[in-house]
């Protein structure tokens, strides 16, 4: 039986991968400091004879008994008001943490897949992006401890692959929705459905023109699994390239939801990017892969998802 650890297990993208190494008969070590995760999404795996959880902060020695085949490392603060609230450990996360597990996938002679984001092309000035773009970040704005911390993180990888030989991969997921996102954790899906809700207006950061491209998530982890199992080393962007202005979304959402709210417009974020759409082309040459739910068939099972939780919980302010 083959062994996977993966980081950020109860988070939103982690937990959905553990469900998926699971069924494909892995036995999977789950690892999370739960700063930004939640129990919650992986408590049905407790029980579960493949799957053990280690409650771990990876920028600490990270030490797993035995042997180890596969890593997936995808601990890390992922919404903007998450690492805007703690920048350092999203720096060290990205950093010091995926030095830790190249070093255990060193060790172990496994091979690591590391989530690395659309957020590297920061505000693209190539349109859409494709993995040949160096991209355009701004190295000290409030953004730059995440897109930064992930640039690293893609260069270490590359330099423990090519001095070290160590089996890496690279994902750049653009961005990615579904069940168990955190309703509070401002990204926004959840904070448009949150808002619809709760009956309060939606908010749209600047004029709305900004664009973005919404990937479901089992389009999602299809893709990493593919990669993993490639034997492609270069960066590889997974995501759904069908693009739309977020003041169009809000619509969306409003029409979703049956909510009589109306948007209402905030200040637009420093350095927020104007517009984000992955070029797939790699990814289809290389995984034969592409994204099959559409927006419409995503939305609706977030939607579910979203209604299902307790007013508790739709309540619950975040501090
Ligand atoms: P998430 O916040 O739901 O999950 C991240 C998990 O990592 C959380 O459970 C958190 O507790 C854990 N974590 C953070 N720091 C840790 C540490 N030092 N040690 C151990 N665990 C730690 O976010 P997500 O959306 O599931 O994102 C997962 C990964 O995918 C991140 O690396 C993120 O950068 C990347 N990513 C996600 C998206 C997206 O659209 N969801 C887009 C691009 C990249
Ligand atoms: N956004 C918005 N209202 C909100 C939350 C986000 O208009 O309540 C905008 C945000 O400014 C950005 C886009 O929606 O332009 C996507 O934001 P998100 O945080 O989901 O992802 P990212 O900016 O990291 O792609």
């Known amino acids: 039986m083959k062994k996977i650890l993966i980081t950020g297990a109860a988070g939103f993208l982690g937990s959905h991968l553990c469900d998926r190494f699971i069924a494909e008969g892995y036995f999977v070590i789950g690892m999370d400091n739960l700063i930004t995760g939640d129990l919650k999404n992986i408590e049905h795996l407790f029980k579960h004879k493949n799957f053990e959880f280690y409650h771990h902060d990876v920028t600490k020695f990270v030490h797993v008994p035995g042997d180890l085949d596969y890593i997936l490392h995808f601990a890390s603060p992922a919404s903007p008001i998450d690492y805007l609230k703690i920048p350092i450990q999203t720096l060290k996360v990205g950093s010091l943490g995926t030095h830790n597990l190249l070093g255990l996938a060193r060790v172990k002679k496994a091979r690591i897949l590391i989530a690395s984001t659309s957020e590297i092309y920061g505000d693209p000035l190539v349109h859409p992006q494709t993995e040949d773009y160096y991209g355009n970040v701004?190295?000290?704005?409030?953004?730059?401890?995440?897109?930064?911390?992930?640039?690293?993180?893609?260069?270490?990888?590359?330099?423990?692959?090519?001095?070290?030989?160590?089996?890496?991969?690279?994902?750049r997921i653009f961005n990615t929705y579904g069940p168990r996102m955190r309703l509070n954790d401002g990204r926004v899906i959840p904070a448009f459905i949150g808002q619809a809700l709760r009956g309060e207006d939606l908010t749209i950061f600047g004029d709305g023109s900004q664009t973005r491209s919404f990937c479901y998530v089992t389009d999602q982890v299809e893709g990493i699994f593919r990669l993993l199992h490639s034997d492609y080393e270069q960066p590889v962007n997974i995501g759904n390239p069908n693009e739309i202005t977020i003041k169009d979304f809000a619509e969306e959402i409003i029409k979703l939801t049956g909510t009589n709210q109306k948007v209402v417009y905030h200040p637009l974020p420093i350095n927020d990017p104007m517009q984000r759409q992955p070029d797939t082309t790699r990814a289809k040459n290389i995984l034969g892969w592409e994204a099959k739910v559409s927006r419409e068939e995503g939305m609706k099972l977030t939607y579910e998802y979203f209604k299902s939780l307790s007013s508790e919980e739709l309540l619950k302010e975040e501090h």
């Open 138 to 171: 701004n190295t000290i704005g409030p953004r730059g401890v995440y897109d930064e911390a992930k640039r690293f993180q893609e260069s270490i990888t590359m330099a423990y692959h090519t001095f070290h030989g160590v089996e890496t991969r690279i994902v």
